[in-house]
Structure formats: structure tokens, C-alpha cells
């Protein structure tokens, strides 16, 4: 043979040695990095504890002084990153009081909020219930009445799937008859609502419910898995006066008391700093006591600030539960 047939030879055998090589490679499985499971723990690790919630009530001044539609809650609660919605019954009283909240008014409000919310792919969490009257007020006639009053909110949140209503427990002033008159209340309404499989949940909104040793007394003596708190950050003013709070509760005291009974959290806020902390609740510190609680659902953002635009502050109080929660982690 000679030499240019040698070098021919020599060729193919490379060729064909080469062409074997890949498709061996191609054939071969590809082994997983044997770090991929722990580079999906650090991933998952890092998403805070809970899922994040918008509280309609932060877009009150666009629905009542710009009129903006309040049934485009769905569309901004998407567009500015959160996965849960909760309503706020007040938002939509116009048109349900001039209906008397009739059944067809009640089953509008609900074909629409669903509506929204499927479009957008959200979850309707819980209804924040106001002006259907006092639930620890002393005249039981009067208690019956708001307890009758609720319960079309219940019936609405069965069927928008939300899994609670939020309530205020207003009345007495006086704690001793304030704890009865609220248990009776509570009792009454929790037991209605257990049976539409609806969580019935008291925030601290003012009044002896910002108490939080008497708010968790009364969780206690209900004593039903259905009655709960919605610890808010920031309402723990018992009594106001002209100039403000004249009597305010320790906040960190008070959500550390309520979370045991919690099946919901607001987080409240007004005004930021230059870091983007909330200057006058120590979001890292709350976020400790709720996640020491085991705490893992959603936490709704409520800015209630005038410095900042609602979007604005409904914006940065959402970056701030995200970096909070995140270095908890």
C-alpha cells in the first residue's frame, strides 16, 4: 500500500473513530449535577415563608376620591405583583345600600368579584367586614341584629371562595362586659359561618380589641377552630383623642399575643425611610414573632400613608415584607 493510501486509511479510521465519539455522547444519559437538589433548596429558601395578599383598603382614596372602578381591584392587585385579594365590604356600599343589600345585589357583587379574579388568575382570600354593625355591644337585641347582618358576608365569602371574614368587635368599653358581650357575638356569627366552612376572624381595630391580653382571652373562650385573630401591625390605638392616641397598646406585645390565634396578618404602614423601612414598625422584628408562630399564609399589605401615592406605598411596603422575609430565611 502505498503512502498516500496509508494516509487515506489514516483518515477514516480518525473519521470514523470521531463519528462513533459523538454519537456516543448523544446516546449517552446526561448526569444530573449532584448539587441541582441543593441549588433548588437555597432557591426555595429564599422565597419568604408567606404568599402575598393586597388589602383593598390601600386603594380606598383611588375608589372614593378618583373614582376609580372598584372592581379593577383584580387587574392592579396582578399588575403590581401580589397572588390574593382582600376585599373590603365598605368599598362597595354605594351600590349595595341604595339595594339594601338584597340577595340579587349580594349575588351581583360576587359574579363580578369572581369574574375579576379568575381573569386574573388571583385568589380571593378573606372580606373585611365594616358597618354591619357592634358584635360586643351590650343590648343583645342589638348584638342578634349585627350577628344577622354578617351573615350575608358569609354567605358571599363561601361563595367567592375566600376562606374568612375579617370583623370588628366594637361595644362596651367596659373590658369585663366587652369579653362577655364579644364571646356571645362571636359564638353566635362562628357558628353560623363554621357551617359554609367560612373562618370568622377579629383584627385589632381599635377599642378594647387592640388590647391584645383581652383580644386573645376572648379567642380563648370562643374556643371554636373557626374564630380567630387577623393581627394587624399597627392597630393598637385603644382610645384617641383630638391630638391622636391617647392610649396605645405595645404593638410587638400585642401581635405576639394574637398570633397564636391567627389565620390571617395585615401589614400596616404609613411612611418609609431613605432604606426603605417602615419608620415607625420594625418590620424584620414583627416578622420574627409571626414566623416564630409557624405562620405560613398570606400577609396582606394595608398602606394607609399620604406622603407616598397609594401605588407607590402599596409598592414599597411590598418590597419591604419580600427583603424582611427573605433575610429571615
Known sequence: MNQK???????KVVLVALL?????????PKEQPKDVDTAEATMKAKEPFFKLSLAQWSIHKMIREDGVDPYTFAEKAKKWGFTGLEYVSQLYNPELEKANYSEEAMAAFVEKSNAEAKKYGL????IMIDGQGNLAVSDEKERNETVEKHKRWVDAAAAMGCHAI???????SVPEEWKVNAVDGLTK???????????????????LSSNGVLH????????????????????FCITRSKDGCAEEYDN?????????????VSAKSH???????????????????????????????????????????IIATRDLLIKAGKELN
Open 5 to 11: 493510501n496509508l494516509k487515506t486509511k489514516g483518515i
Open 20 to 28: 462513533m465519539g459523538v454519537l456516543s455522547c448523544k446516546e449517552a
Open 123 to 126: 385568589e380571593n382570600v378573606l
Open 166 to 172: 375579617r370583623v370588628n368587635l366594637n361595644g362596651s
Open 189 to 207: 356569627l362562628a357558628t353560623y359561618a363554621k357551617g359554609k366552612n367560612i373562618n370568622v376572624l377579629v383584627e385589632n381595630h381599635g377599642g
Open 216 to 235: 386573645a382571652e376572648v379567642m380563648k373562650a370562643v374556643n371554636m377552630d373557626n374564630c380567630g385573630s387577623l393581627p394587624d401591625f399597627g392597630n
Open 252 to 264: 410587638y406585645k400585642g401581635i405576639a399575643e394574637l398570633m397564636p390565634y391567627a389565620k390571617a
Open 271 to 313: 411612611d418609609f425611610d431613605a432604606e426603605g423601612n417602615e419608620t415607625k414598625l420594625d418590620y424584620p422584628r414583627i416578622l420574627k414573632i409571626v414566623k416564630d408562630a409557624g405562620y405560613t399564609g398570606f400577609i396582606g399589605v394595608e398602606y394607609e400613608g399620604s406622603i407616598l401615592s397609594e401605588e407607590q406605598g
